[in-house]
């Protein structure tokens, strides 16, 4: 009895060692209905409370579906204003939070340490035609740069994913941060939660709907995780980030220049001198 009971308990170790391990990096300009960055970005905004409740709901509904698709370990990393926008309280059960800063260079990640990525609440890069509340890193950047190849927040972290041999999965933000998840990664499965249909108003789907259509987006990707190849970039690497011009004090735009002989090193001389 005790050799059947070992045998058992021997199994469900290693079913639960076979789950997926998934990564769930979230920001909050990408969560639906989130367009007005006066009053839904940052604490003390009108709205603030909203888009925070909003962004849990779709990320806890990412959380529901890796599970249904067998995921042993979900992480999710609050990625939105210094990762002061999520509360352990709020999130789901079976989900670990990470927060604090400085975010290390290595995006909390090690090798293969995950299966898979998860964006949720991701927006397109600055200068994006058509995307809501585009940027990367902060509206004063023009432009960020990995050996030429034009990247956003969402590209640099399927960068250093790709270093430690973890592929980009899954996205949900606006239309415009769905098509470029697809230009890095097209297998991706990806959830436009909204659109732009004007200068800055969006088109957004319901929270309800917005939530069923990202669970079932995250079980089919975290299903098929292990068919998903990583983005590698070859060393040596050379990230450029180009500011716009900040007159009076600079009229002029400028470049800073980080290299590295991997992307991890590049970014480590980033992040080394903020």
């Given at each position: 009895m005790l050799r059947l009971i070992a045998g058992w308990l021997l199994l469900s170790m290693c079913c639960v060692a076979q789950g997926q391990r998934i990564l769930i990096v979230t920001d909050l300009e990408g969560a639906g209905g989130?367009?007005?960055?006066?009053?839904?970005?940052?604490?003390?905004?009108?709205?603030?409370?909203?888009?925070?409740?909003?962004?849990?709901?779709?990320?806890?509904?990412?959380?529901?579906?890796?599970?249904?698709?067998?995921?042993?370990?979900?992480?999710?990393?609050?990625?939105?204003?210094?990762?002061?926008?999520?509360?352990?309280?709020?999130?789901?059960?079976?989900?670990?939070?990470?927060?604090?800063?400085?975010?290390?260079?290595?995006?909390?990640?090690?090798?293969?340490?995950?299966?898979?990525?998860?964006?949720?609440?991701?927006?397109?890069?600055?200068?994006?035609?058509?995307?809501?509340?585009?940027?990367?890193?902060?509206?004063?950047?023009?432009?960020i740069t990995i050996n030429g190849q034009e990247v956003g927040e969402l590209g640099q972290v399927a960068a250093i994913a790709g270093h430690f041999g973890i592929p980009v999965i899954m996205l949900a933000g606006d239309e415009a941060a769905c098509a470029e998840m697809k230009e890095l990664q097209p297998q991706a499965v990806t959830v436009a939660v909204k659109r732009l249909v004007g200068k800055s108003s969006t088109s957004s789907v319901s929270h309800a709907e917005a939530r069923t259509l990202i669970r079932r987006a995250a079980q089919t990707a975290v299903s098929r995780a292990r068919e998903y190849a990583p983005w590698k970039i070859a060393g040596p690497v050379e990230m450029i980030i180009e500011y716009l011009p900040q007159p009076p004090q600079q009229p002029t735009a400028r470049s800073v220049s980080y290299k590295g002989a991997t992307v991890l090193e590049a970014y480590e001389s980033w992040l080394g001198k903020l």
């Open positions: 989130v367009n007005d960055a006066d009053e839904q970005l940052l604490p003390g905004q009108r709205r603030y409370v909203e888009s925070q409740r909003i962004l849990t709901g779709e990320v806890n509904a990412a959380v529901e579906g890796a599970l249904a698709a067998g995921a042993a370990e979900i992480a999710i990393w609050d990625g939105h204003d210094g990762s002061r926008t999520l509360s352990i309280e709020s999130i789901h059960e079976k989900a670990r939070l990470i927060q604090g800063k400085p975010t290390p260079a290595n995006y909390y990640m090690s090798d293969h340490a995950y299966d898979g990525v998860i964006f949720i609440g991701q927006h397109p890069k600055a200068g994006t035609k058509g995307g809501v509340l585009a940027h990367t890193q902060s509206f004063s950047v023009r432009r």
